[in-house]
């Protein structure tokens, strides 16, 4: 197995118990959130999804200078719609990380945006898959403040 294919089976797994905990909250709660300055359980869900385009423009070099989001001005319905909008991203994100080389993602240098800093591109690939992990544990613990019982995410 490549690294690309690791790094893929990884992260796919990470969506597959987020998706499994997105699920547990129930329709009516979906614009719930724990206080006023948080997000909401549905804008928490679409930040992790909607976050796949933004990472697929950085590991392919693209600017983000002008950066648009084909979520904008998209109303925040429900898990399934946000879903289903979200899938054709995943799958370009995640063949585009296919396509790298194991000296691709070794050796080329990734600078994150947001705070600047340089990390190989494998090692920005699984820092990825770690924002989702944090996200997952948030959402974790909005299911707990609504005493929603915690799915089996280890199955």
Known sequence: MTQSELIILNLSEI?????????????????????????????????????????????????????????????????????????????????SIQQFSDKQLSETAIIHPGNGESKNLATYLLRIGYHESVHAGQFMSYLRTMNIDRPNIWD
Not at 56 to 64: A, D, K, L
């Open 15 to 95: 969506r597959r118990r987020s998706i499994i905990l997105w699920r547990a909250l129930p329709d009516d709660q979906f614009h719930w959130k724990p206080d006023p300055n948080a997000m909401s359980a549905g804008e928490l869900i679409r930040h992790v999804l909607e976050a796949d385009y933004g990472w697929n423009m950085i590991i392919n070099g693209e600017s983000m200078e002008n950066y648009k989001t084909p979520w904008k001005n998209r109303p925040i319905t429900n898990l399934e719609e946000e879903l289903e909008f979200a899938e054709p991203h995943r799958k370009t994100f995640l063949a």
